[in-house]
């Protein structure tokens, strides 16, 4: 199954929501496909998205390879 988690705060915001976040889609990850949806009003490229998940994952201290991360209009 494909499973798209979005918050309005990714990816400017670095708290306790996002890491709660990541961790529903973390464990999500094991069994579905799981993408990341990050709002911007133009499309964001892929240097950009690497930038966003290495920033998280920092943040986490944890590698999210199973999560993928995607642009979105969502939220602008």
Known sequence: MKIVLYSPYLPNHFGGGEHYLFDVATC???AHQVYIALSS???LNTKKIKQIRHSYEKFLD???TKIQFISTPLGT
Request: no cysteine; charged share 45%.
């Open 28 to 30: 999500l990850s094991e």
């Open 41 to 43: 009003p133009t499309k």
């Open 62 to 64: 944890k590698k999210l």
